[in-house]
């Protein structure tokens, strides 16, 4: 198993930045792609950022590209969501996330919630205006 705590949320003005990090541990090795995701109260889940664990090539939603930017230390144990030009729409309870299946990823896409099996319990994330 895989285990998962997000740190780094807090209040935030727009416009500011605000860097999120995930630590893993356990079987990190299973890991086949690690997720951000995020869900506003009253909302459902959103997906933000998701990275392929071996190659490191990020994707991103189109509402927070060129805006924040997913990245994983040379070790792999620990998964960053920096976030730059956050906007009030950016508030949301984010949660780091991994998968371990490789067919479910190709089928389903990298950024569905569905493979991702692993999940930490979340780190608030406020924008004010």
């Known amino acids: 198993q895989v285990v998962l705590v997000e740190s780094g949320g807090g209040s935030v003005e727009a416009g500011g930045s605000l860097t999120l990090s995930c630590a893993a541990s356990g079987n990190t090795y299973t890991s086949y792609s690690m997720a951000w995701f995020r869900r506003a109260p009253g909302k459902g889940r959103e997906a933000v950022a998701a990275?392929?664990?071996?190659?490191?090539?990020?994707t991103y939603a189109d509402s927070v590209k060129g805006r924040f930017t997913i990245s994983q230390d040379d070790d792999k144990n620990t998964l960053y969501l920096q976030m730059d030009r956050v906007k009030p729409e950016d508030t949301a309870m984010y949660y780091c996330?991994?998968?371990?299946?490789?067919?479910?990823?190709?089928?389903?896409?990298?950024?569905?919630?569905?493979?991702?099996?692993?999940w930490g319990p979340g780190t608030q994330v406020t924008v004010s205006s």
């Open positions: 996330a991994v998968a371990t299946s490789m067919a479910q990823i190709q089928a389903l896409g990298i950024m569905s919630p569905r493979p991702y099996i692993y």
């Open positions: 990275i392929y664990y071996d190659s490191g090539s990020p």
